[in-house]
Every structure is written in structure tokens, then in C-alpha cells.
């Protein structure tokens, strides 16, 4: 993923997510950019609103390793077995989350996403190349 150095400061984002809709309310592990007037900050968390929000949350202020107009590889993976969600950037471990409820998580039906968002009056361009979504 990449941001160009034509973002206007006002926040947008990029960001790979997994979703479950659970009857009783939505599950989501998310791993991307957000970038705002100041900053390019790293973000991973994991909300389960059932529960009533977020249950795991790292953000890590990175303007200094994530750069304008360059290309950075980002991975939201899940180890199988344990329902372990890691959140990676240029092969760095930014956070992982193993749920307490895994084998309801197990047997649930993931949603996998890219989710772009802009506020109203941002501009920038993201670029996406060479993606892959593994089951």
C-alpha cells in the first residue's frame, strides 16, 4: 500500500479488515494506515460490539517509517488453531489478539475487506499492487 505526497492533511485511511456478523453484533480485526494533518500512524485493533467496542487497540505514530510515495506491505493474518490476528507492516510485528471465545470465532464466516475512507473535503491518492486474500 502506499500514500501519495498529494494527501491535503485531512484524515484518510486504508485498511484491510476481517469482518463476522454475529446476530447479536459484529466482530473485526482491522490493519492499515491512517494518515491526518500530523502524522501517518500505523493502526491495529480488533472490536467485538457485542461486548460493547474495542477490546484490543494499538496505534503506533510511525511518520517516520511510513513515508509518502513509498510502498509498504501490510498483512492481517490468522493463525488458525488459536484464532491469533497479527497485524504486520514491512514484515514488523505492529500487535497481535487471540480471542477468549475462539472456537466461536473458529466456526464463524469472515468477511475480508479493504476499507478506504475520507473525510469530507480530504484528498490523496492510495495505491494497492500485488494483493492477495488467503483464505
Known amino acids: 500500500m502506499q500514500i501519495s505526497n498529494d494527501h491535503n492533511r485531512e484524515l484518510v485511511a486504508i485498511t ?6 454475529f446476530p447479536e453484533g459484529n466482530w473485526s480485526a482491522q490493519c492499515g494506515f491512517h494518515a491526518s494533518e500530523t502524522e501517518i500512524d ?12 474495542k477490546v484490543s487497540e494499538v496505534y503506533v505514530e510511525c511518520f517516520s517509517i511510513i513515508k509518502y510515495n513509498r510502498w509498504h506491505t501490510i498483512r492481517l493474518t490468522v493463525e488458525t488453531d488459536t484464532m ?18 475462539v472456537a466461536e470465532v473458529q466456526a ?5 475487506t479493504i476499507f478506504n475512507l ?6 490523496g491518492t492510495m495505491l494497492l ?6 483464505p
Not at 497479527?86 to 497481535?96: Q, R, T, W
Open 84 to 101: 491469533t490476528f497479527s497485524c504486520l507492516i514491512d514484515g514488523e510485528l505492529i500487535g497481535s489478539y487471540t480471542p477468549e471465545n
Open 129 to 134: 499492487d500485488d494483493f492477495r486474500m488467503l
Open 16 to 21: 484491510i479488515w476481517h469482518t463476522v456478523e
Open 118 to 123: 475520507r473525510d469530507p473535503g480530504a484528498t
Open 108 to 112: 464463524a464466516r469472515f468477511e475480508q
Open 42 to 53: 500505523i493502526v491495529f485493533n480488533v472490536t467485538d460490539h457485542r461486548l460493547g467496542g
